[in-house]
């Protein structure tokens, strides 16, 4: 059954008015204008409501309903519960754990984690495993980020040896051709 229109006194219009005009949320905006509209005396249809703020007739009943039992509040929107997350907080503390610590000392023979050996180790100690992407959600949401590594020879060279072949390039390269001759 429909919501019937609404009868407004001078403070509830004032306290619609004034959360419309300091809401950044255009739904909660849209919710205190139907509301408004609403009143018995501007005297419009459901269907103009609707009609004129772009949302439905189940929209403009829905906002009405909510406004009866809740109030003001009833305007604000409700994020929906959904589904809770797999990464529980036992799952999180070992992905902390497990990123403060070098793969290394785990006995893996390599020493940056990527995404899927990250995911691969987590579970194996945990026995929940996720989806690469997902693992970046919940690694972005616990405040890391992922970035590939560089990889360079550093600290695996002859630093002397580099140093000595670098300066032998930089003279080669800035040593003159010889003459030049010009033809007429």
Not at 9 to 17: A, I, K, V
Not at 149 to 154: G, N, S, Y
């Amino acid at each position: 059954m429909a919501a019937a229109a609404l009868k407004l006194t001078r403070q509830q219009w004032n306290e619609l008015d004034a959360v419309r005009f300091s809401t950044t949320d255009k739904r909660v905006f849209r919710n205190a204008t139907i509301i408004l509209m609403s009143d018995v005396d501007v005297g419009r249809t459901k269907a103009s409501i609707a009609h004129d703020l772009g949302c439905s007739i189940g929209t403009v009943d829905f906002v009405r309903s909510r406004y009866r039992r809740e109030g003001i509040s009833g305007l604000q929107t409700k994020k929906p519960t959904g589904r809770p997350s797999r990464a529980t907080d036992d799952y999180r503390a070992e992905l902390h754990s497990a990123l403060t610590t070098s793969p290394l000392d785990f006995g893996y023979g390599f020493s940056v984690w990527s995404i899927a050996r990250l995911n691969a180790h987590l579970q194996k100690t945990t026995g929940i495993s996720f989806s690469e992407d997902q693992l970046s959600r919940v690694l972005h949401a616990e405040g890391y980020s992922y970035q590939r590594p560089k990889h360079t020879m550093k600290g695996k060279r002859d630093e002397a040896a580099y140093t000595k072949a670098a300066a032998e390039l930089d003279g080669l390269k800035k040593k003159p051709c010889g003459p030049t001759r010009v033809s007429s």
